[in-house]
């Protein structure tokens, strides 16, 4: 059974950071690319950031760009997701995903629960 299990959300000031982690069970994680996605309630599913299997690329929404860092621990089957210099906008709901291929706009084999992020003063 495919399980992505993310955390490390929670609620942060405006300019803050946070890190949020996926652990994940079920394949072979090494072998797939893995992706971070976001949703606010009302809104579609968004893929903010894409890495390689090796986690040598990766690709970002221009939302996000220069203040997110998406990476990867193949020994310890863990995706990674550094937030740096949140904005209100930020907050939503954040999932990680297995993508069908590396891109933005691939559809998601795989999803998990997600963790929400909450970006307020």
């Known amino acids: 059974e495919v399980q992505l299990q993310a955390s490390g959300g929670g609620l942060v000031q405006p300019g803050g950071s946070l890190r949020l982690s996926c652990a994940i069970s079920g394949f072979t994680f090494s072998s797939y690319p893995m992706s971070w996605a976001r949703q606010v309630p009302g809104e579609g599913l968004e893929t903010v950031s894409v890495?390689?299997?090796?986690?040598?690329?990766?690709r970002y929404a221009d939302s996000v760009q220069g203040r997110f860092t998406i990476s990867r621990d193949n020994a310890k089957n863990t995706l990674y997701l550094q937030m740096n210099s949140l904005k209100p906008d930020d907050t939503a709901v954040y999932y990680c995903?297995?993508?069908?291929?590396?891109?933005?706009?691939?559809?998601?084999?795989?999803r998990g629960q997600g963790t929400l992020v909450t970006v307020s003063s």
């Open positions: 995903a297995r993508p069908k291929y590396l891109g933005l706009g691939a559809d998601l084999d795989s």
């Open positions: 890495i390689s299997s090796r986690g040598s690329n990766t």
